[in-house]
């Protein structure tokens, strides 16, 4: 998707901000991943590396990408100790990472893609208040849906810090929706159970109380982060609520399916190099 960054002033973003952007940018234009952006930024600067991901966002809307909802990334406790934060970050979604369940991702469309289990959430109402409950949100979401996030990251080697990935759209790639979606009322999404094989091998496993104690409480950290911010959820929204177990690295000829107790299965593939379709 072709970049257009002339089309955004960037006047408001301090110089550090727009040099960072415009090397995720490009590695994601050209295919090839830069060094880190931290050693641009502050090391450590959370909201520099937010201004980022809001400079290059207006610049792929810009282009005409379309955000149809947003991620939740670093729900895993372990993943937060080993990035020195005590909070999970949130990047974007645009329509067109959707891959249809059972599709398959052509070859090259990614760098470095690893793919992870998670459960989806869809929204039926606004979420515009910066002190959400659980209460908030179960009125607000019209159903749930089993989801592959196929995580990638513009940065060389997943050298990341928590500034590269969120300044990298919260390392953002593509994503699987389920087929059938299914109500709240019918499932406790703190105890559904996670399997994930690649090529019919076991590769993951986890349960919701490991995505930040339950997915709820990730969508709800992730509606209040938001509204504070005044860019609420708002009705319609795809939610990725965080993994369910550890990430799988995913390679040309690659098939994953994933099952979540409750919601259903989902699957995607990934094209043999050579093979662009």
Same mark, same amino acid.
């Given at each position: ?22 090397? #995720? ?14 050693? /641009? ?43 020195? &934060?005590?909070?999970?970050?949130? %990047? ?9 369940? %059972? ?7 990614? #760098?470095?893609?690893? &793919?992870?289990?998670?459960?989806? /959430?869809? #929204? ?19 159903? =749930? ?54 090529? %019919? ?6 349960? %919701? ?15 209040? =982060? ?8 708002? =009705? ?28 259903? =299965? ?12």
């Amino acid at each position: 998707m072709p970049n257009v960054p002339d089309r955004v002033p960037t006047d408001a973003f301090p110089g550090a901000v727009v040099k960072a952007a415009d090397a #995720l940018a490009e590695a994601a234009r050209g295919g090839t991943a830069c060094p880190p952006v931290r050693t /641009l930024l502050d090391d450590g600067d959370i909201e520099a590396a937010y201004a980022v991901q809001r400079l290059n966002l207006q610049r792929e809307q810009a282009a005409g990408r379309r955000i149809v909802g947003r991620k939740i990334g670093l729900t895993s406790l372990a993943v937060q100790r080993q990035l020195g &934060v005590e909070q999970p970050d949130f %990047g974007a979604l645009f329509a067109d990472m959707a891959v249809p369940e %059972g599709g398959e991702v052509a070859a090259g469309r990614l #760098l470095q893609p690893k &793919v992870e289990a998670e459960v989806a /959430l869809v #929204l039926g109402s606004d979420l515009p208040h910066a002190q959400c409950t659980v209460v908030d949100l179960l009125r607000a979401t019209d159903f =749930a849906l089993p989801a592959l996030e196929i995580v990638d990251s513009r940065v060389r080697d997943w050298d990341i810090s928590i500034v590269d990935t969120v300044a990298d759209n919260a390392s953002c790639g593509m994503y699987v929706l389920g087929a059938f979606p299914v109500p709240l009322t019918g499932v406790n999404l703190r105890c559904v159970q996670m399997s994930m094989t690649r090529n %019919g091998e076991m590769v993951s496993e986890g349960t %919701g109380a490991d995505c930040l104690g339950g997915p709820l409480n990730a969508a709800v950290w992730l509606a209040s =982060a938001l509204a504070e911010r005044g860019d609420p959820l708002r =009705a319609g929204d795809l939610v990725l609520t965080g993994a369910l177990g550890p990430m799988a690295p995913a390679a040309p000829g690659d098939v994953f399916q994933a099952r979540i107790s409750n919601l259903g =299965a989902v699957g995607v593939g990934f094209a043999a190099e050579g093979d662009n379709r």
